[in-house]
């Protein structure tokens, strides 16, 4: 169910920072109340392989997300306690100590729920149970809570964080100058 031109979901969850800090967070107000452009990407899990190369990436680009009136929020349906194990682990360990954007503990999965990136069969056992994780979904939100990019990926393939930040070039582009901007449009 795609949400593209529609206002993100009011929801408030669980979310844990660099500091260990677990603390709500409703990325809808968020980007509202911050008049903020918000980055919000959900990975699959915690101490997995192609998860943190993508943290990393857009840990390393935090800057020019932040140039761009934009903040980054990853996502997962970990604990928080999970996550601070995370942040605290060397990344030469395969951890993501360093990481200074906050990660959202959606352990109820409410939030993933209502977004539709739920994989209810990555993890199932035999008895079809199991820890159903997200996809990598990620999704750009304007200063209004509207959502004007969503996309999915399958567990496999990662991001590129160059795209984003076209993506976030482009659209604001737009909103200064009402242009649309077509393929392969650069700023």
Request: net charge negative.
């Amino acid at each position: 169910m795609a949400i593209v031109g529609k206002k993100f979901p009011s929801i408030e969850v669980n979310a844990m920072d660099e500091m260990g800090d677990t603390f709500k967070i409703n990325v809808l107000d968020k980007a509202v109340t911050e008049n903020k452009k918000v980055l919000l990407f959900w990975y699959p899990k915690d101490f997995t392989f192609v998860c943190p190369t993508e943290i990393h990436a857009f840990q390393a680009a935090a800057q020019e997300f932040s140039d761009r009136n934009t903040i980054i929020v990853g996502a997962s349906c970990d604990t928080a306690e999970v996550h601070f194990a995370w942040l605290t682990t060397a990344k030469e360990n395969g951890g993501i100590e360093g990481v200074t954007f906050p990660l959202i503990a959606d352990s109820t999965r409410k939030l993933a729920m209502e977004l539709d990136i739920l994989d209810f069969d990555l993890f199932a056992d035999d008895e079809g149970d199991g820890d159903n994780v997200t996809y990598r979904a990620t999704y750009l939100i304007d200063e209004a809570g509207t959502v004007f990019h969503e996309s999915v990926n399958h567990m496999p393939v990662g991001r590129n964080v160059n795209e984003y930040l076209r993506l976030i070039d482009a659209y604001t582009h737009v909103q200064k100058h009402g242009e649309v901007c077509p393929a392969n449009w650069e700023q």
